[in-house]
């Protein structure tokens, strides 16, 4: 028999649920889309005179600190979820660096050349996706299964 959400929460709020198929898929999915994030946070860093130029030719203020401070937004927000401590503070990092990423660096209405308009769009549209995403993880009940945050 399958469990109903409000009897998972109240088990897992007693400390009486045990791990199942769905909290490993759970934190499988989580190291996956924590991994994505933090590999881009280590190319931040990685990559830090490339990525520069490339912010510097967007028009980017001060484009080594933004490099920089987007790399730290990337990977403290990614480790947020593979870990599940402070999840929604790294969901909102997240967010942030996408929302900033989206509409200053891949602003694909203001692109002329064809080619280069349609990879903007393409990074643009990922990028509100991913928001999305990240919108629903928010609504997950906390404390999540098999993470730091967890009893």
Request: aromatic share 8%.
């Given at each position: 028999?399958?469990?109903?959400?409000?009897?998972i929460?109240?088990?897992?709020?007693?400390?009486?649920?045990?791990?199942?198929?769905?909290?490993?898929?759970?934190?499988?999915?989580?190291?996956?889309?924590?991994?994505?994030?933090?590999?881009?946070?280590?190319?931040?860093?990685?990559?830090?005179?490339?990525?520069?130029?490339?912010?510097k030719?967007?028009?980017?203020?001060?484009?080594?600190?933004a490099?920089?401070?987007?790399?730290?937004?990337?990977?403290?927000?990614?480790?947020?979820?593979?870990?599940?401590?402070?999840?929604?503070?790294?969901?909102?990092?997240?967010?942030?660096f996408?929302?900033?990423v989206s509409?200053?660096?891949?602003?694909?209405?203001?692109?002329?050349?064809p080619?280069m308009k349609?990879?903007?769009?393409v990074?643009f549209?990922?990028?509100?996706?991913?928001?999305?995403?990240?919108?629903?993880?928010?609504?997950?009940?906390?404390?999540?299964p098999?993470?730091?945050?967890?009893?």
């Open positions: 028999m399958r469990e109903t959400a409000a009897q929460e109240n088990s897992r709020l007693n400390g009486q649920r045990e791990v199942n198929t769905v909290d490993i898929a759970f934190l499988i999915g989580r190291i996956i889309a924590g991994g994505y994030f933090i590999m881009g946070g280590f190319n931040h860093f990685k990559n830090l005179g490339m990525m520069t130029g490339y912010a030719s967007k028009g980017t203020p001060a484009p080594a600190v490099v920089t401070g987007t790399g730290v937004l990337l990977l403290v927000g990614g480790f947020s979820l593979p870990l599940g401590y402070q999840p929604i503070v790294g969901i909102v990092l997240l967010i942030v996408l929302l900033g509409f200053n660096i891949h602003n694909f209405w203001s692109v002329q050349d080619q349609m990879a903007e769009m990074n549209l990922k990028n509100m996706r991913l928001i999305g995403l990240l919108l629903m993880l928010a609504e997950i009940p906390r404390p999540w098999l993470s730091l945050g967890h009893r």
